[in-house]
């Protein structure tokens, strides 16, 4: 089940082990982790994924792998994210059932509206600010665009793109139900105190 | 050294997709697969690195439309869920790649095939239920070189005896070379350049069958 208050999604950094930064993010109260490793062999992810769902079960976190839904078969975590270039969500629908999480990237209204209508459970939106994780081409969303597609979908809707202890109240006052976050807690002396500061800005809570 | 013949369903010629495709247009593979001579069974392993999934999967599905030879299998490359999607015949497995048998427990339908490069990896692939085996380079071949030396047909006759699966050989493979490889008790012969002349394609495949019925 996607939680109902306010989450954080750490996607995992290909420059950290996985599993390390998974645990370290778990107890800074992260509730979903996304296992992302674009270079990383089949048998090196599953077994990734195998330790990052044993982490996630002992804090009742949700564990969602990226692209690859042999592996998510395979280490049975709770679900994918797919992003536009990967396999349909409708597609992978059929292959993971219907108790699996789905996830879709959408950096449009439009794209919004398609995944959930393919039957996504929640969409990865974004780069809502400047982000420093990955190239981007196209210019960030802004809260705007935000807003609009969250009223526009029913879906719990994920931003993600340059979201920090600042901006992170704001872009769920503007309609996301959690955040998704690579850098913000990965390129930090502690991850497990980015996170936690993090989870409090989104519940606007003072820490 | 007289070799015991392996009993298989499996076709006993292996073609490799170029790895060359840059679009699900898939023009090289899909005009591979139509050239294919009605009569001679190949297994046909989708391996195109440059795809992402979603391009890989229309250029699958587009591949699966195709009427093969009868027996012919089509396996995918690594990703189970793609050729499950596809409704792809198998799967080819890297070493490094998730083992058969995991795959297995969610796709039990497949036919799962290993790449295997040493005596430890054979044994891996035994032991996880692969199909068969996928075993070279056998002779120098460009696209390997950065491997290092080809194994040999003595290596090659070493891992026949290893095991009771059928044995693929690939590297450097041609018509003229295929007798050894399967004096040396190799199942059947697996090639990636030598099929991407697609004017001499029929013809390349119908030589190599003179050598591949025992």
Not at chain 1, 46 to 68: G, H, M, P, S, T
Not at chain 2, 40 to 65: D, H, Y
Not at chain 2, 180 to 185: I, N, S, T
Request: hydrophobic share 40%.
């Amino acid at each position: 089940m996607i939680p109902s208050l306010p989450f954080l999604c750490v996607i995992t950094d290909e420059t950290l082990c996985p599993v390390t930064l998974a645990e370290k993010v778990l107890e800074g109260g992260a509730a979903m982790i996304q296992l992302r490793h674009k270079t990383a062999s089949g048998s090196q992810l599953f077994l990734w994924a195998v330790e990052i769902r044993k982490r996630c079960q002992q804090y009742q976190a949700l564990c969602i792998i990226n692209d690859r839904v042999d592996i998510a078969l395979a280490s049975k975590v709770d679900g994918v994210h797919l992003g536009q270039q990967d396999m349909p969500a409708k597609t992978a629908r059929k292959l993971l059932g219907e108790t699996c999480i789905i996830g879709v990237t959408a950096s449009s209204p439009e794209e919004a509206l398609q995944a959930e209508q393919d039957g996504a459970n929640y969409i990865g939106f974004g780069h809502i600010y400047p982000t420093s994780s990955k190239h981007k081409e196209s210019s960030p969303l802004g809260l705007d665009i935000l807003q609009k597609t969250a009223t526009l979908i029913s879906l719990p809707i994920l931003a993600i793109g340059g979201i920090n202890n600042d901006n992170a109240a704001s872009v769920i006052a503007h309609g996301a139900s959690g955040i998704a976050v690579i850098s913000a807690v990965s390129r930090v002396n502690n991850p497990s105190k980015a996170a936690r500061e993090l989870v409090c800005a989104i519940n606007n809570r003072i820490q | 050294m007289e070799r015991q013949q392996k009993a298989s369903p499996l076709p006993r010629l292996f073609i490799v997709s170029s790895g060359e495709e840059n679009t699900d247009n898939g023009l090289l593979l899909l005009n591979q697969l139509n050239l294919l001579p009605r009569s001679l069974p190949c297994m046909i392993q989708i391996r195109e690195k440059k795809l992402e999934a979603k391009e890989l999967l229309t250029l699958s599905v587009k591949a699966r439309a195709i009427v093969l030879p009868e027996g012919s299998l089509l396996l995918m490359n690594e990703r189970a869920d793609i050729a499950l999607a596809a409704g792809l015949d198998g799967v080819h497995l890297p070493e490094n790649a998730c083992s058969a048998k995991t795959i297995r427990s969610f796709a039990p339908g497949l036919i799962y095939g290993c790449s295997v490069h040493s005596k430890s990896a054979l044994l891996i692939a035994e032991e996880s239920g692969a199909d068969y085996l996928l075993f070279g380079p056998v002779f120098d071949t460009p696209s390997k070189r950065k491997y290092g030396a080809p194994q040999g047909l003595e290596k090659l006759g070493e891992f026949c005896q290893l095991t009771s699966l059928p044995v693929f050989a690939l590297g450097g493979i041609t018509p003229q070379n295929a007798a050894l490889c399967m004096a040396e008790g190799a199942y059947g012969i697996a090639g990636l350049s030598i099929f991407q002349d697609t004017a001499k394609l029929a013809e390349t495949i119908e030589q190599f069958y003179l050598h591949l019925n025992r």
